[in-house]
């Protein structure tokens, strides 16, 4: 019963907050959620890698083994992305990101900090700022199919990178005052971005729903199989495990969505959203099954 109960604490805040957006969406069909999307890139993602490392008690030597992890999984999951979308004769390439890139920062890390504490969302947070890092590069060069070494410079996410992994090398703890401010930050990104998901819920469309069923399939079902995977090889338990194992079974994430719009031909935004619709869909049972499984065996 006690599992049950921790389930449901898990999820009810996430689920609820992710209710709130839907149903804000649902009254206003227009709500512009812009403002949310640039706080998010210029100041909440900076904000939440720096705190979830720092206050989660991440050492450096955590940060980059679990960073490593990170790399493996996407290089996984791209994999499987690769093989799925030439069997399904897409764009491979400018699709990619949907499987590659899961909503590990807007969905994993709360739901980590929710199971596992300070110390799990600082473990995803390692995972996530991979994930962070490649959507400001990796994610735009695949949708504009051209590499630009400006668009990492602009990223204040990369510098946010940069300069929390120098803070952990070198074991200097931030002042005080800058891990309020990015407290504050964090949090309120949490809070609006999951609204701005539910949001996103009500405006993105399906376009092909048995394509968009195949490879959201690849995305949530196949994503915690890999996750497994990576546990066994390196035979990891508790807490590491079951951060790794919910990690990998977030659906694609909104940002894959917003890149695109920005930068590839409407066919391929369609294909797009309408997997981060079905995926995200798909992820409100099988992150629970995930979740309980995680809790059951790596806690």
């Not at 539910?198 to 069923?213: E, H, N």
Request: glycine share 8%; net charge positive.
């Amino acid at each position: 019963m006690d599992i049950y109960l921790k389930l449901f604490e898990v999820l009810f805040p996430v689920f609820f907050i992710v209710g709130i957006g839907f149903i804000l969406g649902k009254k206003n069909p227009n709500f512009d959620t812009s403002f949310i999307t640039t706080y998010s890139g210029n100041f909440g993602t900076p904000a939440l890698v720096i705190f979830a490392l720092t206050a989660g008690g991440v050492t450096f030597q955590v940060f980059k083994e679990f960073f490593f992890y990170a790399l493996i999984l996407l290089s996984a999951f791209g994999i499987v992305g690769l093989i799925f979308l030439v069997l399904m004769k897409k764009d491979y390439i400018r699709e990619l990101p949907t499987f590659i890139l899961p909503n590990t920062g807007n969905m994993g890390i709360p739901i980590c900090l929710f199971a596992y504490g300070e110390l799990g969302m600082g473990i995803a947070a390692a995972i996530s700022s991979l994930v962070v890092l490649l959507h400001f590069t990796l994610n735009i060069f695949l949708a504009k199919r051209a590499f630009d070494f400006q668009t990492i410079f602009k990223s204040p996410a990369f510098y946010a990178i940069i300069v929390t992994v120098l803070f952990l090398y070198f074991e200097q703890p931030f002042p005080q005052f800058v891990m309020n401010t990015v407290m504050l930050l964090a949090y309120g990104m949490i809070v609006m971005i999951l609204m701005s998901l539910g949001v996103a819920l009500t405006q993105m469309k399906v376009f092909s729903f048995k394509d968009a069923v195949i490879t959201s399939t690849g995305r949530v079902i196949i994503g915690p199989l890999i996750g497994l995977a990576v546990i066994k090889l390196f035979d990891l338990s508790g807490v590491s495990a079951g951060v790794i194992l919910i990690q990998s079974s977030m659906p694609s994430a909104i940002l894959c969505y917003l890149v695109a719009s920005m930068y590839s031909p409407k066919v391929i935004v369609d294909n797009i959203s309408s997997t981060i619709v079905v995926s995200t869909i798909m992820s409100l049972v099988t992150i629970p099954i995930t979740l309980f499984f995680a809790l059951k065996y790596f806690y």
